[in-house]
């Protein structure tokens, strides 16, 4: 089945610097490569996905980047704010498709 | 719109005791997932429905694990009897579509402590 490891396990930033966050995968045909924020006491909520057809996608100011040949993908927040503090998980399809295989975790820490 | 909507929020129960978590899905997705948190462990897959039908319950720890989905709008997940080693966070998520591409949405959670 899929295995995903995720890099680095805690990550602290000061403010207003970019934070970025690297998972691997091993089936390479996987084709989704979601990211998920997870905040104190609540559940993961999907930040931003990829999907194999294309290398990066932004939104405002987080972006991931996907390499296929590699099979790494990364998460970038760049200007981090406090409220950007939490933990982030990767995520890759699991063997059949049907649900999502999670890295293990990075918790961010944004110093103000 | 409401979310996926998961009862009880914590759970404190003794070993030995039956434990019941419910969900709720999001009205219209077809697949429903529950997901164990702990430190040691992560995020792991103990089950996933695709239209009220269980399509692969190979993550369900042992026997003492069942989970039903009796219809669209509600899903189970029962231990019985519990152990300390099954305190965790229970998350249930549901999705749009029959893979994984649209997005998981995860529910709060409940968390369990057995003694």
């Known amino acids: 089945g899929e295995n995903v490891e995720q890099h680095p396990s805690t990550l602290s930033v000061q403010e207003g610097d970019s934070a970025v966050i690297k998972c691997t995968y091993s089936d390479s045909a996987s084709n989704y490569f979601p990211w998920y924020k997870q905040e104190l006491g609540k559940g993961p909520q999907l930040i931003i996905d990829i999907r194999s057809n294309v290398g990066e996608k932004k939104d405002q100011r987080i972006a991931v980047t996907l390499n296929k040949t590699a099979k790494h993908f990364s998460l970038h927040i760049t200007e981090t704010q406090p409220e950007d503090s939490a933990v982030y998980f990767c995520?890759?399809?699991?063997?059949?498709?049907?649900?999502?295989?999670f890295g293990s975790g990075t918790r961010l820490q944004v110093q103000p | 719109d409401a979310g996926v909507i998961q009862s009880p929020r914590h759970e404190v129960t003794e070993m030995g005791q039956e434990v019941t978590l419910r969900c709720k899905p999001i009205s219209g997705h077809n697949s429903l997932f529950w997901y164990r948190q702990t430190m040691m462990r992560g995020l792991e897959l103990l089950i996933y429905f695709n239209n009220n039908v269980p399509i692969d319950d190979s993550g369900m720890p042992e026997d003492r694990f069942s989970a039903k989905m009796p219809n669209a709008s509600f899903s189970t997940l029962k231990i019985q009897p519990s152990e300390p080693r099954d305190s965790a966070v229970y998350f249930c998520?549901?999705?749009?579509?029959?893979?994984?591409?649209?997005?998981?949405?995860f529910g709060e959670g409940s968390r369990l402590t057995v003694l």
């Open positions: 995520a890759a399809p699991n063997t059949g498709r049907r649900a999502l295989t």
């Open positions: 998520a549901s999705s749009p579509g029959q893979d994984t591409q649209g997005g998981l949405f």
